[in-house]
């Protein structure tokens, strides 16, 4: 029987959505091992001067616990 958690991370990119999912996941992977899953909970940009200057993801990470 294994026993999941799930934490909640917010990452952002210059880029896009997509570029901010994958450097969130990049990211939590350095600390957080056994990421089975994540969703994205919310979005938004940032604006500056009539454009967007960052994307930003809120997303919850499920990871596995190891005994």
Known sequence: MSVAKVTEIIASS???FDDAVENGIEKASKTLKG???AWV???KVTVKDGKIQ?????MRVTFVLHD
């Open 35 to 37: 990421i089975t899953g």
């Open 41 to 43: 909970a919310d979005q």
């Open 14 to 16: 210059s880029k896009s």
């Open 54 to 58: 960052e994307y930003r993801v809120v």
